[in-house]
């Protein structure tokens, strides 16, 4: 019997149908499309100084948005992430400052202000992880609250104005974020080691394994002898260190921290997870995707900036509304599924 007999018996399986999986590869179709549009819009868009400066401004949102990845894939959510940075970079500038009168400037203050943002970042996610575990708060509230309190601590600190790093330490600490490795800037780099260790975490670590399983049903996972709480606080621990990181390469950008750093960070952040194909209501995330959607984020915000196309100071209301698109993708297929 031929092939096509068997087919018409009904004893042969159909034949393979070729079908384009949007969910995988629409963020890279995306990203594709954009540079294709860049590229067509302004000759300089594709040059070595834009490309280059486009990553090391995404470096900052593109580190948080991989814990973000973490937080969103077990079921949570974080709105404190810009407010955090302000607050961190606020801090790390009064410790180095208070330092230098007694230690003078050198590498050695930095590094102490730098152990201070991280503790301080490790700390404040266990604040917020506290909250949402033991407080039994819906982690919307707490992060909301979160977010007015770390956003009027620095304003307190700041004393309603602006925090300033020590001039002299200024100088030294501005390798960090206009330094270079091979021609690389140092936040890319950063960020890319950030991202690799990010999705290896996910796809080949059993805490990957677990945030997703708590995602897509938080009692089948406690059935399943998950430490559904203890994982839910290590995801807000590990995006709170990420703020800190990110906070490390950015105090060395502009040298003060004030009420308006970091603002809209959080909406950048959650916005580049669900472009990159993380689901919102949690249960399945790839660091890999969002990778892509800060890409996507930067690339719109640079193409506004280099074009009269549109006004860029619209930037936001674009990322709102590719956020709110996403979710419905997401919905769309949920319900086709």
Not at 12 to 33: D, K, S, V, Y
Not at 268 to 276: F, K, L, M, N, S
Not at 313 to 331: D, E, H, K, P, T
Request: proline share 3%; hydrophobic share 55%.
């Amino acid at each position: 019997m031929s092939h096509a007999d068997a087919i018409v018996a009904g004893t042969a399986p159909p034949p393979h149908r070729f079908r384009l999986n949007l969910h995988l590869l629409g963020p890279l179709l995306a990203l594709i499309l954009l540079l294709v549009l860049g590229a067509s819009l302004n000759s300089h868009f594709l040059s070595v100084e834009n490309i280059s400066n486009v990553l090391a401004r995404s470096s900052f949102t593109g580190i948080i948005a991989v814990g973000a990845t973490f937080v969103i894939t077990s079921g949570g959510l974080d709105l404190s992430v810009g407010s955090m940075a302000a607050f961190l970079a606020g801090v790390m500038i009064m410790v180095i400052n208070a330092l230098v009168p007694q230690f003078g400037v050198g590498w050695h203050v930095i590094v102490i202000g730098m152990g201070t943002g991280l503790a301080l970042g490790a700390l404040s996610g266990v604040g917020n992880g506290l909250l949402v575990t033991r407080g039994r708060i819906e982690a919307f509230i707490v992060t909301l609250g979160t977010m007015g309190v770390f956003r009027s601590l620095i304003t307190f600190l700041a004393n309603g104005g602006t925090l300033s790093l020590n001039f002299d330490v200024s100088e030294a600490y501005r390798a960090v974020y206009y330094g270079a490795v091979a021609g690389i800037p140092v936040p890319v780099i950063v960020f890319a080691v950030v991202a690799i260790l990010g999705e290896v975490a996910m796809r080949r670590t059993p805490f990957g394994r677990h945030c997703s399983a708590i995602g897509s049903n938080e009692q089948v996972a406690r059935y399943s002898a998950i430490h559904v709480d203890r994982v839910r606080l290590l995801t807000y621990v590990l995006q709170g260190v990420l703020v800190a990181v990110a906070t490390l390469l950015y105090v060395p950008r502009l040298g003060s921290a004030s009420s308006t750093t970091g603002v809209l960070w959080e909406l950048e952040a959650i916005a580049a997870v669900i472009i990159g194909g993380t689901t919102l209501r949690g249960g399945y995330g790839r660091v890999w995707g969002t990778v892509i959607g800060v890409v996507i984020l930067s690339l719109i915000d640079n193409i506004l900036n280099l074009t009269n196309v549109v006004s860029p100071y619209l930037n936001g209301a674009f990322q709102g509304v590719i956020i709110i698109l996403a979710v419905l993708l997401q919905r769309s297929r949920g319900k086709n599924q």
